[in-house]
């Protein structure tokens, strides 16, 4: 698996970690829009497991920085998965089918 800092996840996980000091809620309302955009503009057909890894790189990066707002660790994955029945993220959807 590439390192978070490879190409096109190198933004989403710099724009999380300088924007770790935000609110939950606003920071997954944030990533959810970011999200959106990237599967608005590359979601189309036979694309699908690109926007897939991408959603599961901007997961771990959320994890990892919310994880490091303070000195002590705040989030299990148990925990972070319960947070996400709260805030969801958008899952990853072709948007454009290029054969009809």
Do not use: C
Not at 61 to 79: D, H, I, P, V
């Amino acid at each position: 698996m590439e390192k978070l800092k490879d190409g096109i996840y190198a933004e989403m996980n710099d724009w999380i970690r300088t924007n770790r000091h935000l609110p939950v809620r606003t920071m997954i309302a944030e990533t959810n829009a970011k999200l959106r955009g990237h599967y608005q503009y590359y979601g189309i057909t036979d694309n699908s497991k690109s926007i897939k890894t991408y959603y599961y790189r901007a997961l771990k990066a959320l994890f990892k920085w919310l994880n490091r707002r303070s000195q002590k660790r705040s989030y299990t994955w148990e925990g972070f998965n319960n947070l996400l029945k709260v805030f969801p993220l958008i899952q990853p959807r072709i948007r454009v089918s290029i054969y009809g």
